[in-house]
């Protein structure tokens, strides 16, 4: 595999310091990151290497369809996204894309009523309302379309990233991004967290929560159409998340400049997904289509550990979920894929909480919602059993 990067490859000139400024940006030391070559030899899961990004495809599916053991192929995506290119695409991630197709009906049908209710999306790095956004998308899918949510978060390929990046009980949000023809390229960026501060506030951070902020969070994208590359998709930077200074980097001329001479963008199909390190420089491409919506949903999965972008209330996802859920697990559905589905919707970690009231007896930690969730399965629970219960847990969450 990849040579280790020391935590995002700090430079020798920035190992040892505990603030980093502009100063410290050299784009000679992010060229030299930056500007080497993949070997697709150091992961054997992969099918294929375009232009340095890697591509899993047939390989992982016969691993994943198999049973067994995911803990090397998930060691393996971790090396790429840290020490190698930073950025890894799943190709037919949703082999079956009628799951694709009926979450874009639904999401349609939410981006219809925002327009009728007069709501424009705003973007992060886009002029706002030149996108049709659906934020908060997981929340909204749920609500609306119950069994889609579940066929779409069912997945096994979003379950095996995000898991492999950040361990157990990973929080998943959603928000849908459609570029229509003629909309233009975001600017580079880093993402969530120090991505999404004013330089005086990232620079306010010391050197080791630069190393720190990329391995709480998990860029990806499922893309809901075909996107070639007149489409514009995403524009990357491979190899750009092993700069340590990068984010105070990212808005640099010089760097900009570089950026826009050596960005690749990989063209994908409906039911691929790509995810990467959030701290990898890339932005969304311009839609030089006539005619092409380009849909995708792009998933921010946070650490346990960490702060969420966005208010999802699990308690009504998985008030909305439950019977579905409850039918799937009755008509025999693999456990696999109900525990996909719970990691998706619930909150997978116990804290912060009133621990007057939501004691951890018998155990470490109180129960968590997903943990919740699962035991109201197995015993079969109705549903207005387990909304009392799981509204029960929710208040013992808070303050007296």
Known sequence: MAAPTALFGAAPRHQHKTWLSREDCDLSEFRALVEVSTDLADYPHADSLDRNVLIYDATLRELLDSGADLREVQAEL????????????????FTDTTVIDRATDAFNELIDDQKARGVAGGDHFAPPGANDRVWNALEKLA???????????????????????????????????????????????????????????????PAHVHRLSP????????????????????MYLPNSQKYLPGYLATDLPEFAEYFQANYVQLPLEKGDAVFFNPALFHGAGTNNSADVKRMANLLQVSSAFGRALETVDRTMVCTAIYPTLLARKQAGAPEAELRHIIAAAAEGYPFPTNLDLDQPIGSLNPETQAELTWRALQQDWDGNTYVTALRAQEARHRSA
């Open 78 to 93: 971790v090396d790429a996204l840290m020490d190698g290119p930073g950025i890894v695409v799943f190709k037919h991630a």
């Open 215 to 234: 391995v709480l969070t998990l860029q990806g994208a499922v893309a809901h159409c075909d996107m070639p590359v007149l489409t514009g998709p995403t």
């Open 143 to 205: 609500v609306h379309r119950p069994e889609v949510f579940a066929d779409y978060f069912a997945n096994d390929i979003l379950a095996l990233i995000s898991a492999a990046w950040l361990g157990p009980n990973y929080q998943m949000t959603s928000a849908l991004n459609v570029v229509n023809p003629g909309g233009k390229a975001q600017t580079a960026h880093r993402d969530y967290h120090l991505g999404f501060m004013p330089l005086e506030t990232a620079a306010g951070f």
